[in-house]
């Protein structure tokens, strides 16, 4: 039994962490986000799924700032996210963000790449940093490999670098944009199986992925996106098996049959 196949989770509880009211973006013509209202509680997991192009990584990258909103706002932790600046530097350290590419340096060391950000933004000691980077490592299945260089990584082994480097900065939340997309398919389960370990541990995710058998067992909640919008949400358990809009029944008989 994989672990993949765990009981699915009991919904989380707690008071709103990440919350997006009323947000509008567009790129020129495109309205790649239509009026979204999201609330995303402390120690909750939120999965969002839809087809490309629904607005997904979009939503994702708007709560760091690494894409601007023309309306509406968004809030971390109560404050709303500042616009540039030290404000922003700061709160982006508060938000640990996992790509579809690792984004690692290339020419630093796997536990240099973990070390750095604890070191020049939170100020961390190299000891301590060093420390606590070991054990994020160790945690991600990757402690062996402190000393090698990326390139010396498989993907799903960079993957796992990439989390424990976002873990070190001691983030509120974590968002994932598609963190699997990008590796072979016997890379996958390595990667998920680190997310699921955060789930179940009370890390606050947001989490922008096609692997449906991580929505059905990892999440709490199921968002459903299409055309810019959030058309349907839900448990899992309803989504999966009780969709209510045409838009997420007609999706989830593609994706289902594959």
């Given at each position: 039994?994989?672990s ?12 709103p ?13 495109l ?52 616009a ?37 933004v ?56 598609e ?12 990667v ?12 606050t ?12 067992t990892?999440?709490d909640r ?37």
């Amino acid at each position: 039994m994989t672990s993949l196949e765990q009981e699915p989770r009991t919904s989380a509880r707690g008071e709103p962490l990440v919350v997006l009211a009323g947000v509008q973006k567009h790129y020129g013509q495109l309205h790649a986000l239509k009026d979204i209202d999201l609330s995303v509680a402390r120690g909750e997991v939120v999965v969002v799924i839809g087809p490309s192009g629904s607005g997904k990584s979009t939503l994702c990258r708007t709560i760091n700032r690494l894409e601007t909103i023309d309306e509406g706002s968004i809030t971390l932790d109560g404050t709303a996210l500042p616009a540039e600046g030290k404000a922003l530097a700061n709160l982006r350290a508060e938000v640990g963000m996992v790509f579809q590419s690792f984004n690692l340096f290339a020419h630093k060391t796997i536990l240099e790449n973990v070390t750095l950000g604890p070191i020049k933004v939170r100020g961390l000691a190299k000891a301590e940093a060093e420390k606590k980077a070991r054990e994020l490592l160790d945690r991600v299945g990757v402690g062996h490999q402190a000393e090698k260089y990326p390139a010396q990584l498989s993907g799903g082994q960079q993957q796992r670098v990439a989390i424990a480097r976002a873990l070190a900065m001691e983030p509120k939340v974590m968002l994932f944009d598609e963190p699997t997309s990008a590796l072979d398919p016997e890379m996958i389960k390595e990667v998920l199986d680190v997310m699921v370990d955060l789930a179940k541990q009370g890390m606050t995710m947001i989490v922008v992925t096609h692997e449906m058998g991580f929505a059905r067992t990892a999440a709490d909640r199921v968002v459903f996106m299409a055309d810019g919008a959030i058309v349907e949400e839900n448990t899992p358990e309803e989504f999966f098996t009780r969709p209510t809009s045409d838009r997420a029944k007609d999706f989830l008989g593609k994706i289902l049959k594959h």
